[in-house]
């Protein structure tokens, strides 16, 4: 497959044409932001490690049944996606308490919530991504109807069931993450963009260590180690 000419480059990824119209190809990159780009660095091999980590988790969930834009796999940090037209919210789905939800609501950190919270943030860097309800979602045309409210929401559990099950097993809590949604050319809503400890919050289930990007958020350091655990446990 051709790389063609750079479409886009956001902070953990740069996406390519290719000659065919309806592929692109996606790089992962090093770098490392936080705080909406405030805070900024870089590990060598993460973007290898989060396009390893990511392939994984996507394959297992295609095997549970949900759509993703992932083709194949084309080299240690190149995918060839399905191009989608991007949905500009974050879904974003929390089992535990901590982050922006601990800080802005005061919800003790750690705590367990009493079920599944799915929140929708608007992907806009110049806002900072703030969050919305429904109601705005479809005042700015987010989304075209409600019911693809309502999809984005059962795609998040349901991924989330996947994923926290698996996690489970591996001794990690999935305490939450972030996940995007595109629209692929025959209108399907599909699962794109990446799961990975850049967009997950990883504790092991014995000590809390926490193993993504937190440790890069709070200078805990290790940060590449962390990755690695992840993966390593992901393929044990
Ligand atoms: N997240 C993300 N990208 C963002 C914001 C959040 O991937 O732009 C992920 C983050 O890694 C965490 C979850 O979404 O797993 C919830 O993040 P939170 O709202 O607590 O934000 P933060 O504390 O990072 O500001």
Known sequence: MKKGQMLYEGKGKRLYKTDNDDLLIAEFKDDLTAFNAQKKGSEEGKGALNNKISTQLFRLLEQNGIKTHLIDVLSDTQQ???????????????????????????????????????????????????????????????????????????????????????????????????????????????????????????????????????RFRQGLGNVKVAYEEILRRILS
């Open 80 to 214: 060839l996606v399905k191009k989608v037209q991007i949905i500009p919210l974050e879904v974003v789905v929390r089992n535990i308490a901590t982050g922006s939800l601990s800080k802005r609501l005061g919800i003790t950190e750690g705590e367990i919530l009493p079920f599944t919270l799915v929140e929708l943030y608007y992907k806009n860097d110049d806002l900072g991504d703030p969050l919305v309800n429904d109601e705005h979602c479809l005042i700015m045309n987010l989304v075209k109807t409600e019911k693809d409210l309502q999809v984005l929401r059962h795609l998040g559990r349901e991924i989330n069931s996947i994923l926290f099950k698996f996690f489970e097993t591996k001794g990690l809590k999935l305490v939450d993450f972030k996940v995007e949604f595109g629209i692929d050319r025959d209108g399907n809503i599909v699962l794109a963009d990446e799961i990975s400890p850049d967009s997950c919050r990883f504790w092991d289930a014995k000590t809390n260590e926490k193993l993504d990007k937190d």
